[in-house]
């Protein structure tokens, strides 16, 4: 892993970050998907299973949130279109200790996709295709820029391994994203992520109580997490008592009720974070460097 040097080793990788978000654009394109643009103010947001600092804005009087994830949003867009992406900046102040990690920004940009519909072995097939199309577009378009990084693309071969949570767990301990992806030579899938670790949105199996029907893919050689995803709750009933367990009010949620027990399409979908995979695709230590302008936890000499 590299830190940069000069603003030519930087022009280099937004280059690749440029090519990066055309050949992602164009995959989702051909495979008949809409962008939409982002939403960066609501009453809702993601909940998260972290904690970060508040980004309540005034908006004429009531409290508004910047966006920490389009989760909700995305779902009440598939009311309207079947198969949508978008490139969205989130604001999550992260805590000040996740900054030493090289993997957490307070200001990033998921690509954030969602399909009516589908089913998370869709989305894992998808997602597996998205990633592989843009590195082969990177290694084709950016030779010159990753050759001056000193960085050799490797392409995956498909399907990705599939890893069981509760397997990682027993191998690696908790939190195991490290320790895995320090030994992962190709990414691969961790899949069955219990409940009470994720957000009440990813949908519990039927079939195994306490067990979603969700993702993460992982990097390999140490670069950790690049997307979160899965099946969601989409009946208002599911979704009240997912609330109910994780002890939120449904006053919270008010807005997004109310649209839920309109209708709300079942999908799949997962958001993957551009920072992170720019970092290791040019095969950066920190991923400050993998755009302009970054906000690094608690950095407030950033703008
Ligand atoms: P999440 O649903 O919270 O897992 O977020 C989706 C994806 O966004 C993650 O898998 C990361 O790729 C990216 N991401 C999340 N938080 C951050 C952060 N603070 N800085 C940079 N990227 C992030
Ligand atoms: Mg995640």
């Known amino acids: ?49 972290h904690e970060t600092y ?23 867009a598939l009311r309207t279109l079947a198969r949508i992406f978008c490139f969205s900046p989130n604001v999550r102040m992260e805590p000040v200790e996740r900054a030493a990690a090289g993997r957490y920004l307070a200001e990033f940009v998921q690509l954030d996709l969602e399909v009516r519909g589908a089913t998370r ?8 295709r998205l990633l592989v199309t843009v ?20 392409i995956p071969a498909v399907p990705f ?52 029907l969700d993702m993460d893919l992982v990097y390999p050689q140490g670069f950790g997490e690049a997307l979160s995803g899965g099946e969601r709750e989409h009946e208002p009933r599911r979704i009240r008592d997912r609330l109910r367990r994780d002890g939120i009010p449904e006053g919270r949620f008010a807005a997004y009720l109310k649209v839920a027990d309109r209708g709300l399409p079942r999908s799949a979908g997962f958001g993957i974070g551009i920072e992170r995979l720019t970092r290791f695709i040019a095969g950066l230590e920190r991923i400050e460097d993998a755009r302009l302008f970054s906000k690094v936890p608690g950095d407030t000499a950033a703008m």
Do not use: N
């Open 1 to 49: 892993m590299i830190r940069l040097g000069c603003e030519q080793d930087r022009a280099a990788v937004l280059r690749i970050q440029s090519e990066v978000l055309a050949a992602a654009g164009a995959f989702l394109r051909r495979e008949g998907f809409l962008e939409i643009l982002p939403v960066l103010l609501s009453p809702i947001t993601d909940p998260l299973h």
């Open 54 to 76: 508040s980004t309540v804005v005034d908006y004429y009087g009531v409290p508004y949130q910047l966006t920490k994830s389009m989760i909700f949003h995305k779902q009440i």
């Open 121 to 128: 072995t869709d989305i894992l097939r998808l997602g597996e």
């Open 135 to 154: 590195l082969e577009c990177v290694a084709d378009r950016c030779a010159g820029e990753l050759s001056r990084l000193g960085r050799e693309l490797h």
């Open 161 to 212: 391994r599939e890893i069981p949570y509760a397997e990682a767990a027993r191998s690696f301990g908790e939190p195991f994203d490290d320790a895995l992806s320090g030994t992962l030579t190709e990414p691969a899938w961790v899949i069955d992520f219990p409940r009470d670790v994720r957000e009440f949105y990813d949908r519990e199996d039927p079939a195994r109580p306490d067990v979603l």
